[in-house]
């Protein structure tokens, strides 16, 4: 079984930035890819970045893509979001996710793929 905890939103000003944290617990983390959603009040759930269990590769919503980074800690078991140049566009509820097997970065950002899910952590964007 694997669950995961998001932590790290918060409030922030727009321009500045914000580092979600995600830690997953399950034996074989590595094998697992992750991929990182949000979702805005009255809109669909976006897959914003996501990466396979190993080997290489990332994929990035356009919304999202330079300003956010995804990254993974396999030893401690961690996901990160560093997000930059927030905006108020950027506000919404963030959530982590996982499933496991051999798939390219895009598989995991598509939210029917994954199985495993956060609980969800609030960032907020002032103008």
């Known amino acids: 079984q694997v669950q995961l905890v998001e932590s790290g939103g918060g409030v922030v000003q727009a321009g500045g930035s914000l580092r979600l944290a995600c830690a997953v617990t399950?034996?074989?983390?590595?094998?697992?890819?992750i991929g990182w959603f949000r979702q805005a009040p009255g809109k669909e759930r976006e897959g914003i970045a996501c990466?396979?269990?190993?080997?290489?590769?990332?994929d990035y919503a356009e919304s999202v893509k330079g300003r956010f980074t995804i990254s993974r800690d396999n030893a401690k078991k961690m996901v990160y979001l560093q997000m930059s140049s927030l905006k108020p566009e950027d506000t919404a509820v963030y959530y982590c996710?996982?499933?496991?097997?051999?798939?390219?970065?895009?598989?995991?950002?598509?939210?029917?793929?994954?199985?495993?899910w956060g609980q969800g952590t609030q960032v907020t964007v002032s103008s």
């Open positions: 399950g034996r074989t983390f590595s094998v697992y890819g």
């Open positions: 996710a996982a499933d496991s097997g051999m798939f390219s970065s895009s598989y995991y950002c598509n939210s029917r793929n994954l199985n495993y």
């Open positions: 990466r396979p269990g190993s080997g290489v590769g990332e």
